[in-house]
């Protein structure tokens, strides 16, 4: 029996990869989303701000889905007065209706919706002694089962319209505990972002006969307003250093999220992502 990988099979295969290159799109039209709509939960501000930028300067039309309705509302006419075309819909994730009329707005605005990025979170520091059932319900809620519903609800969209879409979950790097010292802190947060990385591999693997793209992604720290705004309370002691890497700017990481939104990853379902400055590998600023 002829080895499968002799010389003579060898030279046979000269001229392939040429072919395939010569075969493939190119690099522009894989990360061109004209045409595309999509909602980005979270979408006014920080992270999701950079995203739908990043989604609008490559042709698509977004809506924005926040509580937030001062920098939703100022996201909007930012990215329309540079020529986009995003609209705002208030909507609190734990509520399922509320979820479903965000839903309901984009697509009677753009027809369909071909892209959901889950970014809504809430991050409550605690002490595991002193945590509160109302702090898991909260973080539970909005960050995991807000998702997944959310998620739920535009797949049977794109399933319905036979749209091959891509649905992208922001986790935490508070998955790992060596990228923060706040791990200790936030059980319920990272118990919340556990959750939807499972969640999110499981609906990839259900969504994948129907080429929708599922993937997540692991940010690190980031200089954003929702950073800024989270609360340490008193019983939770200060960093004290050396901390994890942090970006000044979201962007850095908005680029991987807005990526795994094009075709770019067409065969990257299911995968987690982790953009966060080498934090878990245990790196740390001086």
Not at 163 to 188: C, D, E, M, W
Not at 199 to 221: D, N
Not at 237 to 266: I, Q, S
Request: net charge negative; charged share 20%; aromatic share 8%.
């Amino acid at each position: 029996m002829e080895p499968v990988y002799s010389l003579e099979r060898f030279g046979q295969m000269r001229g392939l990869d040429a072919e395939i290159a010569d075969s493939n799109p190119p690099f522009a039209s894989l990360v061109d989303l004209t045409g595309q709509a999509a909602i980005v939960t979270g979408g006014g501000r920080g992270l999701g701000f950079q995203v739908v930028n990043r989604l609008v300067e490559a042709g698509a039309k977004v809506l924005i889905a926040d509580v937030a309705t001062d920098f939703a509302e100022d996201a909007v006419a930012y990215f329309n007065g540079k020529g986009g075309t995003v609209e705002y819909a208030p909507c609190d994730v734990r509520d399922l209706g509320q979820i479903q009329a965000a839903l309901d707005q984009a697509v009677a605005a753009f027809g369909q919706v071909d892209i959901l990025v889950n970014i809504a979170a809430v991050l409550d520091m605690s002490v595991f002694t002193t945590m509160t059932e109302a702090m898991w319900d909260r973080s539970m809620d909005i960050n995991a089962k807000g998702a997944v519903f959310f998620a739920q609800a535009v797949a049977n969209q794109m399933i319905e319209r036979g749209i091959k879409g891509r649905i992208v979950n922001v986790l935490s790097h508070a998955l790992n505990p060596a990228s923060t010292f706040y791990y200790t802190y936030q059980l319920q947060y990272s118990a919340s972002k556990a959750a939807l990385r499972q969640a999110t591999e499981v609906m990839a693997r259900f969504l994948q006969p129907h080429g929708i793209v599922a993937t997540c992604v692991i940010p690190g720290s980031m200089r954003s307003a929702g950073a800024f705004l989270t609360q340490r309370p008193e019983e939770v002691p200060m960093d004290p250093g050396p901390r994890a890497p942090m970006t000044m700017n979201p962007d850095e990481v908005a680029r991987m999220v807005f990526a795994l939104c094009t075709d770019l990853a067409v065969f990257a379902n299911g995968s987690v992502v982790t953009c966060d400055g080498g934090a878990s590998l245990g790196a740390r600023d001086e």
